[in-house]
């Protein structure tokens, strides 16, 4: 009995190790297979990965927000909501009015700036708590919390526009008629001299009126400077709206502030695996392990 005794405790950790060891290689083989799954349904099934990937960035931080009381989170959440659902509804409806492309661009842009500027004040307000530059201020819970809900509401409402963008850049432009929906298929007209294929106006101004600043690609086709910015830059889309030819977003950083706007609409890109994804894939690697026993 003794015996027995002692050797039974023998046996648990190496349970465990083993128990460890088939979660690490699952976690592994996950994290391996996920990347490749993502981009593969992002290049065959674009409208329904930018639904999916939209709907869990708006849908999964007001959830949690909600469950752990964050009322100011919650009320900002639903003025930005109201308002992006007013800019999709233009976006998406037909006909499409000559002017609503302008007024999409020109207010996510507004909302990209924004977005920028706040994000920008959150991490100087958390370097200054960072390096403790203000002793008796910067230093304090208040300061620390103001600075981490500053930076997390920047970025956050910055990729909220960004997937807004997308939804209404290539529906619109479909809708025009310049370009194909979700990027397949040929045009259904091609572009009329001196037209930009973003709103359909015209270039080069009307006859007592100064003309407005166009943007030539690479490819040749020419449009309102703050049209193909907003397709472009705004959208982080890097193709021409018609012809669908790759186009250098490098050649709308006309000066520093332009450069560094473009590396923020790519840290984006960045945040949104932690946004959207990771919740994503913490609950797809718990169900793994509840099928697989490994508790």
């Known amino acids: 009995m003794a015996a027995g005794a002692s050797e039974a405790p023998v046996a648990a950790p190496h349970t465990r190790e083993q128990r460890h060891l088939a979660m690490f290689l699952v976690a592994a083989a996950v994290l391996a297979v996920l990347p490749a799954t993502v981009r593969l349904w992002r290049r065959r099934h674009p409208l329904s990965y930018r639904l999916a990937s939209a709907g869990s960035i708006c849908l999964l931080p007001p959830c949690f927000a909600l469950r752990h009381g964050y009322a100011r ?3 900002v959440w639903l003025v930005f909501v109201g308002v992006s659902a007013r800019v999709l509804f233009l976006a998406w409806r037909e006909p499409l009015y000559p002017q609503t492309p302008r007024r999409v661009y ?3 842009a507004l909302i990209n700036k924004a977005s920028h500027a706040v994000s920008t004040a959150g991490v100087v307000l958390f ?13 304090s819970d208040l300061f620390v919390d103001a600075s981490l809900v500053t ?5 956050y409402f910055g990729l909220m526009s960004r997937d807004l963008v997308a939804l209404c850049s290539e529906r619109m432009a479909a809708t ?3 370009a194909s929906a979700a990027g397949s298929g040929l045009p259904t007209k091609q572009p009329v001299r001196a037209v930009c294929c973003v709103c359909s106006g015209a270039l080069g101004g009307e006859a007592r009126a100064p003309a407005e600043p ?3 690609l690479g490819c040749g086709h020419e449009f309102h400077a703050i049209c193909i910015r907003g397709w472009c830059v705004v959208g982080k889309r890097d193709t021409c709206p018609f ?5 250098d977003l490098a050649a709308f950083a006309q000066n520093p502030w332009d450069r560094h706007e473009l590396l923020y609409v790519t840290a984006l890109e960045y945040m949104r695996f932690f946004v959207c994804w990771q919740p994503l894939l913490l609950l797809l690697l718990a169900g793994v392990f509840w099928l697989a026993g490994l508790d």
């Open 73 to 75: 989170f919650v009320a």
């Open 106 to 108: 020109q207010w996510l």
């Open 127 to 139: 370097a200054l708590c960072f390096f403790n530059a203000i002793p008796g201020a910067t230093d």
């Open 151 to 155: 930076l997390f509401y920047g970025l």
């Open 176 to 178: 025009l008629g310049y």
């Open 214 to 216: 166009t943007h030539a």
């Open 243 to 247: 012809c669908r030819e790759k186009a």
